[in-house]
């Protein structure tokens, strides 16, 4: 099959396996450069096959020579189709590990589910015993709800009065006003159920209670909070009252891992082009103002130099930084004055005609593609090629 992007909106229905393979070999590469960090040595990443989970997963298996598990829920190629991004992702990564002697193998299905939990802690109990370190790195739509049945949706809106600002259509570059109104109070109770915490506890107490769990088992989910300019949209929106709720989470965690000694962790990440966060009305417009910024002053991160960080610099450096709340802090880079100062400054500016010189959009644009395996060097992209590939280690 020739491959080509094609796009519905803000997401790519296609993706090309080996532009996969080079985004995961490439970040691979970044954390095979930098100093190996003595860390865990099971980890299980739930969420493992694109953005922040698959950057975890490399992370862990490249940087620390950790075993891996990790779940997610991909489609393979089917007749006329390429398989999912995620999937060509997964593929490429178990073939590296394998090639680097790694353990490493994959479960593909609904997290959110009591059958993928439980099938996740047989091969835990089968091949490992304990578990070091679970990375929560959930990002979806929808889930149902495993005891109940009731199936839940996500939605990004404000809360309490509509908002209005500026977005732009990454695609073509242009800049036009946007109005979203404000949730129902169902709406917020939905997008809580979805992105919130109830699914992380009850991952960490059946693993738990499977007595799976290593003594001083840690346990990270990431979140966001981002500048004023984002806040209705974000922090003070329906994903941020999610966001609260997997913070309460955390520390019911942590007292449940009381007596083996171990700990949740919330780390407010930075803001990154994902498939997840293409759907945010004006953060696009707000990333790209960023990466200008922070490409300009040399402290642009991908999710991959956010992870190194993570590991080497947070959780498994000597002393461990957190914020007032005992939240761990990526952002610090993206939030600082003097990039928050220049951010806004632009903000009031910023329009269709002078996009491109004005904002990073070409990066926004080139990451977006390559999420789904598009614009890597060194591909011939009218070649044929194969797109039906096989996880290797699949459960
Ligand atoms: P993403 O869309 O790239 O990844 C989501 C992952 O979840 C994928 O591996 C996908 O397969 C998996 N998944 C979704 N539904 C599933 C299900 N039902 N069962 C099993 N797996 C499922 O998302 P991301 O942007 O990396 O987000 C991960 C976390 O990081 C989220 O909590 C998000 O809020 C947070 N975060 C993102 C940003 C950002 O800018 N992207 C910034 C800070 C924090």
Redesign the pocket.
Known sequence: MIIKPKTRGFICTTAHPEGCRQNVKEQINYIKSKEPIKGPKKVLV?????????ASRITAAFGCGADTIG????KPAEEKRTATA?WYNMAAFEEEAKKAGLYSKSIN????SDE?KEKTIELIKKDWGKVDLIIY????PR?THPKTGEVFNSVIKPIGQPYTNKTVNFHNGEVSEITVDPATEDEIRQTVAV?GGEDWEMWIEALKTAGVLAEGAITV????IGPELTHAVYKNGTIGKAKEHLEASSKNITKLLKDIGGKAYISV????V????SAIPVVPLYISLLFKIMKEKGIHEG?IEQLYRLFAERLYADTLLLDEEGRIRLDDFEMREDVQNEVARLWSTVNTENIEETTDIKGYREDFFKLFGFGLPGINYDEECNEKVDIPSLI
């Open positions: 739930i969420g493992s096959s694109t953005g922040y989970g698959l779940v997610f829920f991909e995620g299905g609904d997290a959110f993928i790195s959930l990002a979806a889930r992105m989910a990431f979140s966001y990440n930075k803001a990154l994902t498939q997840s966060s999710c």
